[in-house]
């Protein structure tokens, strides 16, 4: 199975930024984490961060065109401002999962809607870091669904 | 000892056939939980899992017995259609049971954020996860999750 794990602005920082929220593993580790076992069992599970919108919806646009089966997405605080990704998303036809690493039902207000929800298979959020390893793990068990 | 998962699950759940338009076919609760249970068991969680239709009992349920475990995995099911009493009484046995340090996530069997209005349940910022929309599987995630955080307690 070939995974996108597309990460939205900040979550390059992570590790460093607000750790009491987001927990002390880098990006770079949680990658290092989800790949070592995947790429054992011939999965292909690629991670990508990018603090610009346009990139993150083209990634998408690409996740389409490569037949990619599986979208994880953490599209951070463009969760509650992008329309672009809600339409990109929409005319993806893999799994999607929607991950955050807190729950932002639980934060501000301004982080209670997103645009993203209703476009996704899945939502899973506020299991820390180790949600990434949690729904790929998931997905890798999952049929090959046909798009 | 540190491996006592509570599964609970709330109003509506004991019939599960109003959920194969959302593509969860001939999904039951015994199966539901079939499953649950060799993911416990596979894991080391000895498990108790429950359903109750009504409202008022699974809260007392909750305020009474959650201090025989050690974590909580929770389907609230309708409980956004209720009043907001109700809700009140959720947070404040969530808020009780986070205190206590105590893992704490929401299951939905479908992506209830595809059908409007449905809310998650309210708790302290870090306390409570959410996974929807995994079918069954919702459940086997939050199970991995909450044994990962008991392990790591």
Known sequence: MNIYVINGPNINLLGTRETEIYGKDTLESITKDCQEQAFKDGHDVKFMQSNYE??????????????IDAIVINAAA????????????????????ELHISNPHLRESFRHVSYI????????AGLGPDGYSHVIDLLLDLPIKVN | MNNRLLIINGPGL????????????DLTLDAVQQKCSETCEGLGLEMDFRQNDNESELLSVLIEDIDNFDAL????????????????????VINKITNQGK???????????????????????????FV??????????????????LSNN
Request: hydrophobic share 35%.
């Open chain 1, 78 to 97: 463009y969760t509650h401002t992008s329309i672009a990704i809600h339409d990109a998303l929409k005319s993806y036809s893999g799994y999607k999962v």
């Open chain 2, 73 to 92: 995995i929770i389907n609230p099911a309708g409980h956004s259609q209720a009043s907001s009493i109700g809700l009140d009484m959720y947070s404040t």
């Open chain 2, 132 to 149: 929807g929309g995994l079918g069954m599987h919702s459940y086997v995630l939050a199970i991995k999750a909450i044994n990962k955080k």
């Open chain 1, 54 to 67: 346009g990139e993150i919806v083209e990634w998408i646009q690409n996740a389409i065109t490569e037949k």
């Open chain 1, 117 to 124: 929800s209703s476009v996704v298979d899945a939502v899973v």
């Open chain 2, 14 to 25: 004991s019939d599960l056939s109003n959920y194969n338009e959302t593509g969860y076919d």
């Open chain 2, 103 to 129: 893992p704490v996530v929401e299951v939905r069997i479908e992506n209830i954020f595809k059908q409007g209005n449905n809310k998650p349940l309210q708790g302290p910022e870090s306390g409570v996860g």
